[in-house]
């Protein structure tokens, strides 16, 4: 009883996260290597509840895009209301000193399998959404603006952004991909997320933005950045490796 309670008063409802478990299972092996020394008893500091999976994904090619930066404005006005590249949830970054393909790349949210982000944040304003596949969302009402979940991304940049929202007295809120899910300036009647529309595909003009409902590989960077250059883009003369 004493567990549930503690894992109730946590909100876990008694979940384990894949690196907790871990941490169990080794727990129960010394558990019974030692025997019956403490045979009703296991011991847990800290019960975190399971994030279940994002049921949608967006994959890049870098090197099919660019360079216009549609898919920033785009992402912006959907949810921001305004056409405002520091309000883009997905990033576009140039340099003019490198040659191509090195001179511009993508870096989008990765819905992470196990999000940094959601772990980070003090009041729970950021967590998986089941009414919207999954996706992993901020509450803006819930959100205090104090910037741990941008702080807690381990991309550069962060896949969070803070900055003041209108809807709440211009008081700095976060702010990351969701699909356009909850998007309130959304165009299409179904709305965005994992069964909808994202407004950086739609608007991309080389499809240069994809999204998938397959889980990427997490490591490193070649689950997220895809060729996804075809026989119409061989034809116009460019490169497709």
Same mark, same amino acid.
């Given at each position: 009883?004493?567990?549930?309670?503690?894992?109730?008063?946590?909100?876990? #409802?008694?979940?384990?996260?894949?690196?907790?478990?871990?941490?169990?299972?080794?727990?129960?092996?010394?558990?019974?290597?030692?025997?019956?020394?403490?045979?009703?008893?296991?011991?847990?500091?800290?019960?975190?509840?399971?994030?279940?999976?994002?049921?949608?994904?967006?994959?890049?090619?870098?090197?099919?895009?660019?360079?216009?930066?549609?898919?920033?404005?785009?992402?912006?006005?959907?949810?921001?209301?305004?056409? #405002?590249?520091?309000?883009?949830?997905?990033?576009?970054?140039?340099?003019?000193?490198?040659?191509?393909?090195?001179?511009?790349?993508?870096?989008?949210?990765?819905?992470?399998?196990?999000?940094?982000?959601?772990?980070?944040?003090?009041?729970?304003?950021?967590?998986?959404?089941? #009414?919207?596949?999954?996706?992993?969302?901020?509450?803006?009402?819930?959100c205090t603006g104090c910037g741990e979940c941008a702080a807690a991304c381990p991309y550069t940049p962060s896949r969070s952004l803070v900055a003041a929202d209108e809807r709440y007295q211009n008081k700095e809120k976060a702010g990351k991909c969701d699909l356009c899910a909850k998007a309130p300036y959304h165009w299409y009647k179904k709305g965005g997320g994992p069964h909808g529309k994202q407004a950086c595909i739609e608007v991309c003009p080389v499809k240069a933005i994809k999204f998938t409902k397959e889980i990427p590989l997490q490591e490193g960077e070649a689950g997220y950045k895809v060729n996804l250059r075809d026989e119409k883009w061989a034809s116009l003369g460019y490169p497709m490796d």
């Open positions: 009883m004493g567990n549930k309670k503690q894992a109730k008063q946590d909100g876990t #409802n008694g979940k384990i996260t894949r690196r907790s478990f871990l941490k169990l299972s080794g727990a129960a092996a010394v558990g019974m290597w030692v025997g019956n020394a403490l045979p009703d008893v296991i011991w847990i500091d800290e019960v975190i509840a399971a994030i279940p999976a994002s049921e949608g994904y967006l994959l890049v090619d870098t090197k099919k895009c660019q360079g216009c930066m549609s898919c920033m404005l785009a992402c912006s006005l959907v949810h921001e209301g305004v056409e #405002n590249l520091s309000l883009a949830r997905i990033q576009v970054i140039q340099n003019p000193f490198q040659k191509w393909p090195h001179d511009l790349t993508i870096e989008q949210c990765r819905q992470c399998v196990d999000p940094a982000c959601v772990a980070a944040c003090p009041v729970h304003a950021l967590e998986a959404n089941p #009414n919207y596949g999954n996706v992993r969302m901020v509450y803006g009402e819930r």
